[in-house]
């Protein structure tokens, strides 16, 4: 898959003034033009505005002034349960969402971070914060994901291993978890911005046959059980997860978050839309 990044823009971000004309090095979104100061503030030569200072009545000297914006971490934050694992194109979906985060993120002079968890959080799985695109995507490469049974356990123990200054996560998941856990973890990333990346089931469900025997495994509860499919029972299995995706959305939206939907492949196009639209 093709790497293609997003823009994004970050109301919180913190910025440091600069003071000159001089943009040889370029930190976070650009440097961002913020007005002029009086010399007597900022006494340097080298930075005189000199548009400002011919034209002023007073024949006062100016500097030029500059927001020059601080990097902050983009997080990938990735559910790498069994039940993830169910449907085996979703491996290939977390590494391809994560590529694109961190391409992203270091495109716009910001740090990129990855941490997977199940019923643990192992060392080789977290990836320190770093802007060496070709290192990230040879770590995200090599990873092995485990097909053995797991839970998400570990989910609620994450907060333990993030950054403390506020960062932008995207939680890339099913969400096969019960609403108060969802709500639990969600509050423990309060001090972050948390996008949910939501791994959609719905195109699966909809490609079950009308009929036939089908078994249905919750990897993290470790039970299974045998159906058999008929029109009513597939639509009622559909029916279930609508409402449940729908409870799930509610749980974001009360936490003033809104989700972005993964459905059979990555829609780049729709994720930028997300940024267009939804103020972070």
Same mark, same amino acid.
């Given at each position: 898959?093709?790497?293609?990044?997003? +823009?994004?823009?970050?109301?919180? &971000?913190? &910025?440091?003034?600069?003071?000159?004309?001089? @943009?040889?090095?370029?930190?976070?979104?650009?440097?961002? $033009?913020?007005?002029?100061?009086?010399?007597?503030?900022?006494?340097? @030569?080298? &930075?005189?505005?000199?548009?400002?200072?011919?034209?002023?009545?007073?024949?006062?000297?100016?500097?030029?002034?500059?927001?020059?914006?601080?990097? !902050?971490?983009?997080?990938?934050?990735?559910?790498?349960?069994?039940?993830? +694992?169910? %449907?085996?194109?979703?491996?290939?979906?977390?590494?391809?969402?994560?590529?694109?985060?961190? /391409?992203?993120?270091?495109?716009?002079?910001?740090?990129?971070?990855?941490?997977?968890?199940?019923?643990?959080?192992?060392?080789?799985?977290?990836?320190?914060?770093?802007?060496?695109?070709?290192?990230?995507?040879?770590?995200?490469? /090599?990873?092995?994901?485990?097909? %053995?049974?797991?839970?998400?356990? /570990?989910?609620?123990?994450?907060?333990?291993?993030?950054?403390?200054?506020?960062?932008?996560?995207?939680?890339?998941?099913?969400?096969?978890?019960?609403?108060?856990?969802?709500?639990? !973890?969600?509050?423990? @990333?309060?001090?972050?911005?948390?996008?949910?990346?939501?791994?959609?089931?719905?195109?699966?469900?909809?490609?079950?046959?009308?009929?036939?025997?089908?078994?249905?495994?919750?990897?993290? @509860?470790?039970?299974?059980?045998?159906?058999?499919?008929?029109?009513?029972?597939?639509?009622?299995?559909?029916?279930?997860?609508?409402?449940?995706?729908?409870?799930?959305?509610? !749980?974001?939206?009360?936490?003033?978050?809104?989700?972005?939907? !993964?459905?059979?492949?990555?829609?780049?196009?729709?994720?930028?839309? $997300?940024?267009? +639209?939804? $103020?972070?």
């Amino acid at each position: 898959m093709k790497t293609t990044p997003f +823009s994004y823009s970050v109301s919180w &971000r913190s &910025r440091n003034n600069k003071y000159g004309n001089n @943009l040889s090095s370029k930190i976070g979104n650009d440097f961002e $033009y913020s007005g002029s100061k009086n010399f007597n503030d900022h006494p340097d @030569l080298t &930075r005189i505005d000199i548009k400002n200072s011919i034209t002023d009545p007073n024949e006062n000297i100016y500097v030029k002034t500059y927001n020059l914006n601080n990097p !902050i971490n983009l997080i990938a934050l990735c559910d790498i349960s069994s039940s993830m +694992s169910v %449907d085996k194109k979703n491996n290939t979906i977390i590494k391809d969402l994560s590529k694109i985060i961190s /391409a992203s993120a270091i495109e716009q002079g910001d740090r990129f971070s990855m941490l997977c968890y199940n019923d643990m959080i192992s060392n080789n799985f977290i990836l320190e914060p770093g802007d060496n695109l070709e290192y990230i995507n040879q770590w995200i490469d /090599a990873i092995e994901f485990n097909s %053995d049974k797991s839970s998400s356990n /570990a989910a609620e123990d994450i907060n333990k291993y993030l950054p403390e200054e506020k960062s932008l996560i995207f939680w890339v998941s099913d969400f096969h978890y019960p609403s108060d856990k969802i709500e639990k !973890i969600l509050n423990h @990333l309060s001090n972050h911005h948390v996008i949910p990346l939501f791994i959609s089931s719905e195109g699966e469900i909809k490609k079950l046959p009308k009929y036939g025997f089908r078994k249905f495994i919750d990897s993290e @509860l470790d039970l299974e059980h045998e159906v058999f499919l008929r029109p009513s029972i597939k639509e009622k299995i559909l029916e279930d997860y609508k409402n449940t995706k729908e409870e799930i959305f509610q !749980i974001f939206s009360k936490k003033q978050l809104k989700q972005i939907v !993964i459905n059979e492949y990555i829609d780049i196009e729709s994720i930028q839309k $997300y940024f267009m +639209s939804t $103020y972070i």
